[in-house]
């Protein structure tokens, strides 16, 4: 209770105080003013929010970490803390679509319900077509699936919005955060919301990116796992040192094992070849397997035998991190984008920012 209590004041009152690890936060705000590109809006909100954020969560505000986060609030939002998308309003009405043609429901039918009106009295079609932000939009599939019968039959209870805010930190990464941790401000509504907010995305997203241990030789492999989860760069390093041990191609996605009831993802698989050389057995290595998201994994046996017997072969050490090899997916890109680009694009704000601090 007392650090929310400290995180209150720093956050309404700009004149008020409160311990943070290493800096005092006034210093603290002022190298992220400092560090923020000249156009941003409201540059002292947004260093007291970070400030904020770092506090909550006792990481250490040093001048890399600090970075990290300004480079993907900056890659994400540009830092806007509700991002307007191009042709969100199109998006979402083809995603609609594309759910009642799957439900085998009518176009009439579909047509109908978006025509009701909702209680801001616009209908559903105007509000969805004239979203400018995922916040808006979210909001509008609320109403939607919460008032409209055909809503709850076409999303159940899923949002199909599932990222926002300025880092674009996932909904319910949030939402299993919060229920572990002490959000430290008031929720207005629900986590969700606050989400969409830029105290609560800061929030979430510092958590997301800086709030678990990565012994990694660069921020690099960091901002990687940002876009492809926990640890998706030490595993995609360990599924190549699986190939390279038995000869089997594997995707580097970092993905371990398959979370389909009963199936056994390539990876486990390819290690299960290695079982007698490895002297383990195939229900060792997937337990190992299973704990791929966490810091544990890299303390397993199944981890330490296959590096090296693959190091044995290479004859030297291979890398314990690498960059996923993912294809990024979603109905906002209509590029060809990978979790590689992303990483490299905040990786050089990342260091661009670093030079400003100095």
Request: charged share 25%; glycine share 8%; net charge positive.
């Amino acid at each position: 209770m007392w650090l929310a209590a400290l995180i209150a004041l720093v956050a309404g009152c700009a004149t008020q105080t409160v311990e943070s690890p290493g800096l005092d936060p006034a210093k603290v705000q002022a190298r992220i003013i400092h560090a923020l590109p000249a156009g941003a809006d409201d540059r002292a909100g947004w260093a007291r929010d970070i400030t904020a954020a770092f506090a909550a969560q006792q990481i250490e505000p040093n001048r890399s970490n600090l970075c990290a986060a300004l480079a993907v609030a900056g890659q994400e939002s540009n830092f806007q803390s509700d991002p307007a998308v191009p042709g969100l309003g199109r998006i979402a009405r083809a995603e609609i679509n594309r759910r009642a043609a799957a439900h085998h429901i009518p176009q009439l039918l579909v047509r109908g319900a978006l025509a009701l009106h909702g209680p801001d009295g616009r209908s559903y079609a105007d509000r969805i077509a004239q979203a400018r932000t995922e916040r808006e939009l979210s909001r509008a599939y609320e109403d939607f699936i919460g008032m409209v019968p055909l809503g709850r039959r076409l999303f159940g209870d899923a949002n199909p919005v599932h990222t926002g805010g300025p880092m674009q930190v996932s909904v319910a990464f949030a939402e299993n955060y919060a229920r572990e941790h002490d959000y430290p401000y008031p929720v207005d509504g629900s986590i969700r919301h606050e989400v969409f907010s830029r105290r609560g995305g800061l929030y979430f997203g510092i958590a997301h990116l800086l709030g678990y241990p990565a012994d990694y030789p660069s921020p690099l492999y960091r901002f990687a796992d940002y876009n492809a989860g926990f640890y998706a760069s030490r595993n995609a390093a360990f599924q190549a040192a699986v190939t390279r041990a038995s000869g089997i191609p594997l995707a580097q996605d970092g993905d371990l094992v398959s979370y389909s009831l009963g199936e056994r993802s390539n990876t486990e698989l390819a290690v299960r070849t290695l079982a007698d050389r490895l002297k383990l057995d195939d229900g060792e290595i997937h337990r190992d397997l299973s704990r791929g998201e966490t810091a544990a994994f890299a303390a397993t046996r199944t981890y330490a035998r296959v590096f090296a017997l693959a190091d044995r072969l290479q004859g030297k050490p291979l890398p314990r991190a690498t960059l996923p090899t993912i294809r990024l997916e979603s109905p906002k890109i209509s590029r060809k984008l990978t979790t590689a680009w992303f990483a490299r694009r905040v990786d050089s704000r990342y260091r661009s920012c670093m030079t400003r601090m100095r």
